[in-house]
């Protein structure tokens, strides 16, 4: 029976199960669960104060996760209320024009309209619906529920993640059931075997702990040492997708001392015979070659298994990003099964959990129709670019981010440029969203109620709402629910949330759970805490079932031209692909072996080149002591438009078992960047302020490979003293190809307060004369017009916000700026912040004016380019400016604030995300032709032809 809390009219469920509990006035802690891609699924509470959320920690009464939550929940308040975040729907008729605001009703108008017009045409199969990963709770079935209730629409078969582990565990024990993390405290020896707890599932970190203080052993199996190396007492690095010889290994090793569980394998398991006739096949150092081990390390395990059982083992979900993944998933499973660790307390070989196994699922809704057409999701790309009869014409996208984060991110970003209409429910402007027509502004799972299960234990979490929703974003539930209107099935799908959750989560209903219960704490399904206690398994036989096959051909291999497997790994602080532009550094960071990178001739921090059969991508080079040689490591999740999209370099192909997508197929080949006359040029960077960050335009200059140099004059605000000192003229033009200044709340001409703005000056003097570029931004573009004979002075009132600008004549024809040349043009509204301007120097010429400010981009000299905007700003430093005008942070500035009223601000956040978003752009093309200006094939002339002045 669905029993439900009585709540007060307009109070949302969460916050009538808040509790204050001696807390500040106006303050609520709110019991709910991580939604996001994790298997961790996490229990948290939330902390909200007068309607906002302030904090966000674990749960210390969820029963597994006990009040631990990692850095990136902790982080997600921070997300909620990001600058970049799209906070009300946005509509354009075609990908090259601008977005602008639309009302819900206008979208979803659009959206209807489209559905039912191409339905017509073509077919609801000319309709794809993508659901991603982002999130999987109970309203979650609904999105595909609407589809069919249309009529049935093209959907995704196959997974990018966890398919080949699943599937293939299915075939050993008929059904995968994982033993309950909590299980674990039952073992005297674990294996992480291609598993990250520490950065991937946080919960399991107390345990290892405390299991090994009590003397068991841990051992992590990885081809790199990732950040849970620490929690074991030995790494073992077998070469990437080859853990199928070490598992064998392991097992011959306890054949051969007689540790097996006969009693298992003769009365529990079927195919033993014909599995330890493919043992035969090889000896152990054979197959330690083979996965690149040495003996001692298959000894060490095996010795470990047979002296401390149970021995519990992890597979990570590396494990599944194999084409063959089955064969070495097996062989774990065949070793835990010989072993004598299936069925056991504090044994098993635990994969994972099905996160949909709770609820009621006739709620996808399949059975309406008749079977609609699938596309491979690892395929993606290729899948909709090759669809016919029909084509894919429309694409709508919720919970996630398939421009990045699908294999052969190429092929997908052509394919979606292929359809002629693409709707994206999500958070941020991301690679998925540039490639749509509407953007739907969702919720996050703090902004709405639902149930979430884990795919990484056994209990079902609340999702309780803790904020109203942020600006008019709206849940996809209230989407779709909203769209249904729309349509002559409306009242089939138009019910209430709680309506929805008593249906869709009736097998929890049956095992005693209300949804009152559930909404008060996580509740426990009704799953063993070790299973097949009873070596019963639900296969034909009811046995066990050992690999009977094993064809080992291009297990581990590598092409000679690409010898270096690509290994992106799970990052610490983020969730795949869950960040903003923000928070991307200039490269992406790629680790080889130290020995390897010198044996290349590639130094730590090189500028490089990563090239697979499918693309190429630029990137920092770092490298890594007694890292394996054959793998290239990196970070998955960073965007393509931020240089980030190792995806670009990715296969796509499905695995063999259970259509997984095999990314760690992908080989490549490391070399340094080509000499592009840009790659290696040496920029220094004056930057004056705290307030003042080097901001987009230098991280584009890195992104063009440029090496910079960053000095501080002066530290804190205005403390030249205990600044560095600037290099003298001589050691400046020998050491740089190029100069930037930036900004500061300095005034230009006070060379008392600033006693290093006379030498600056020489320096922006020099390069110019040495045809060195120069670029001043705000500040710095004063100190450029005062260095060639301009004068400063200031305006009545400061320029704040993003503030229209018009190129002239001359902007439009310019090398940096003119559309002909860098595609600059036309001008976004750009960031000011000042009080002073300028007159422009004798001789100087004026490329972009403003009204209230006219000289607002200039060239002068040789190579010199002054900007009073601040065309480098991310959505990072416009906030924290923001936040010194609203809170008087900045003293130079605090007499203004009365010119800027909370309306002003309220409007500059709602606008935010697409002003960031075009001045990117923009600063990205200046930055690259301005950074172009100093090729080293121009010929520049050497410091001995200068004449200072």
């Not at 190396?229 to 690095?237: G, K, N, Y």
């Not at 009365?267 to 996965?291: K, M, N, Q």
């Not at 056991?344 to 994969?351: A, E, L, Y």
């Not at 390897?596 to 002591?625: C, F, H, N, P, Q």
Request: proline letters at 6%.
């Amino acid at each position: 029976m669905c029993t439900t809390a009585a709540h007060a009219p307009g109070i949302a469920p969460g916050l009538a199960l808040a509790h204050d509990g001696g807390e500040a006035s106006g303050e609520k802690r709110i019991i709910t669960s991580c939604t996001r891609d994790c298997p961790n699924s996490c229990g948290l509470v939330a902390t909200v104060r007068d309607g906002r959320l302030v904090r966000l920690a674990g749960d210390p009464d969820h029963p597994l996760t006990r009040g631990k939550a990692c850095v990136k929940a902790q982080r997600y308040v921070k997300r909620v209320y990001s600058p970049e975040r799209i906070t009300h729907p946005l509509l354009r008729d075609h990908r090259t024009q601008p977005w602008r605001r639309a009302t819900w009703d206008e979208a979803l108008d659009r959206i209807a309209a489209r559905m039912t017009a191409i339905r017509d045409e073509s077919g609801t199969e000319a309709i794809l619906y993508y659901q991603g990963y982002g999130e999987r709770t109970a309203l979650k079935l609904l999105n595909r529920y609407f589809f069919n209730l249309f009529g049935g629409v093209t959907t995704l078969r196959g997974s990018l993640c966890g398919g080949a582990g699943q599937g293939s565990q299915n075939l050993d024990f008929g059904e995968r059931v994982s033993h309950d993390p909590l299980d674990h405290y039952n073992c005297n020896s674990l294996i992480l075997w291609g598993r990250n707890p520490a950065s991937t599932q946080i919960s399991l970190v107390p345990i290892l702990r405390e299991i090994r203080k009590r003397g068991a052993t841990v051992v992590l199996v990885d081809p790199a040492r990732n950040r849970s190396a620490p929690l074991a007492d030995r790494h073992i690095a077998p070469r990437a997708g080859t853990d199928a010889f070490l598992a064998m290994a392991v097992t011959k090793l306890i054949l051969h001392a007689g540790g097996e569980d006969r009693e298992f394998m003769q009365h529990h398991a079927e195919g033993a015979a014909e599995y330890l006739r493919i043992l035969d096949r090889y000896t152990v150092d054979d197959l330690c070659a083979r996965c690149g081990v040495p003996v001692a390390d298959a000894e060490f395990l095996a010795d470990m298994v047979l002296r401390q059982r149970p021995t519990s083992i992890l597979l990570g979900w590396g494990m599944h990003r194999h084409e063959a993944a089955h064969l070495s998933i097996r062989a774990v499973d065949a070793l835990g099964a010989i072993s004598g660790n299936i069925g056991v307390p504090g044994g098993g070989v635990s994969q994972g959990f099905e996160e949909y196994g709770p609820y009621d699922q006739q709620y996808w809704g399949d059975g309406l129709n008749p079977p609609r057409r699938t596309l491979l999701l690892p395929e993606i790309g290729r899948e909709i670019l090759d669809a016919r009869d029909p084509e894919i014409r429309m694409i709508m996208v919720t919970a996630g981010n398939p421009a990045c984060m699908a294999a052969d991110a190429g092929a997908v970003t052509r394919a979606f440029r292929k359809a002629e209409f693409v709707v994206y429910s999500g958070h941020f402007m991301d690679d998925t969203a540039d490639l749509a027509h509407v953007f739907l502004p969702a919720t996050t799972f703090l902004e709405e109620d639902d149930a979430m299960a884990s795919y990484g234990h056994n209990y079902v979490g609340p999702v309780n709402k803790a904020i109203e929703p942020v600006g008019e974003c709206r849940s996809e539930f209230m989407m779709f629910h909203d769209l249904a209107a729309r349509f002559p099935f409306a009242e089939r799908f138009r019910r209430g949330v709680d309506e929805w959750l008593c249906d869709l989560c009736t097998p929890m209903w049956a095992q005693g759970c209300t949804l009152e219960r559930l909404r008060a704490g996580a509740y426990r399904l009704d799953a063993p805490m070790a299973p097949y206690a009873d070596k019963t398994f639900p296969t034909p036989s009811g046995k066990f079932r050992f690999m009977t096959d094993f064809d080992p051909a291009g297990l581990g291999a590598v092409e000679p031209d690409y010898p270096y497997r690509l290994l992106t790994i799970a990052p610490h602080g983020y969730i795949c692909s869950e960040r903003t532009m923000a928070e991307h550094d200039a490269l992406t960071e790629v680790v080889l072996a130290t020995k390897e990178a010198a044996r290349l001739g590639l130094s730590d921090g090189a500028v490089v080149r990563v090239e697979s059969r499918v693309g190429a991508v630029k990137a920092v080079l770092r490298t890594a002591d007694g890292q394996r040689a054959d793998i290239l490591v990196a970070e998955r999740g960073g965007w393509n438009k931020a240089g980030h999209g190792l995806n670009l370099l990715t296969r796509a192909l499905a695995s063999l078992v259970g259509r997984g997508t095999p990314y760690y197929e992908t080989c490549v080949r490391v070399t340094p960047w080509p000499d592009d006359g840009v790659t290696g040029l040496r920029v220094l960077v004056v930057r004056h302020s705290d307030d003042a960050p080097c901001g987009n335009f230098c991280k584009e200059l890195a992104r063009c490979g440029a090496a910079l140099t960053t000095l501080r004059p002066g530290q804190g605000d205005v403390l030249p003293a205990a600044g560095d000192a600037l290099p003298s003229l001589d050691a400046a033009l020998a050491g740089y190809d190029a100069l930037v200044v930036l900004g500061g709340p300095q005034h230009c001409w006070d060379d008392e307060g600033s006693p290093h703005f006379p030498h600056l000056m020489d320096l922006l003097r020099v390069f110019d004369a040495a045809g060195k570029p120069v670029a001043g931004i705000c500040l710095g573009a004063q100190l450029l017009a005062r260095a060639h004979g301009g004068r400063p002075w200031t305006m009545d009132a400061p320029e704040f916000g993003f503030v229209a600008f018009m190129p002239t004549d001359a902007g439009l024809s310019d090398p940096v700026l003119g559309p002909a040349l860098s595609g600059a043009l036309p001008l976004p509204r750009l960031m000011s912040f000042h009080e002073d301007t300028f007159d422009l120097p004798q001789g100087a010429t004026l490329l972009v004016r403003g009204d209230r400010c006219r000289n607002q981009c200039f060239r002068v000299g040789n190579a010199s380019y002054g900007f009073q905007f601040h065309l480098e700003v991310d959505s990072a430093i416009v906030q924290d400016w923001v936040d010194i005008f609203r809170k008087g942070r900045m003293s130079e500035y605090a007499t203004y604030r009365e010119k800027f009223d909370d309306v002003y601000f309220d409007d500059l956040a709602r606008d935010m995300p697409l002003l960031v978003e075009a001045s990117e752009v923009f600063c990205r093309k200046v930055a690259a032709a301005w950074l172009a200006l100093a090729r080293r094939e121009n010929g520049l002339a050497s410091p001995a032809q200068i004449q200072y002045g």
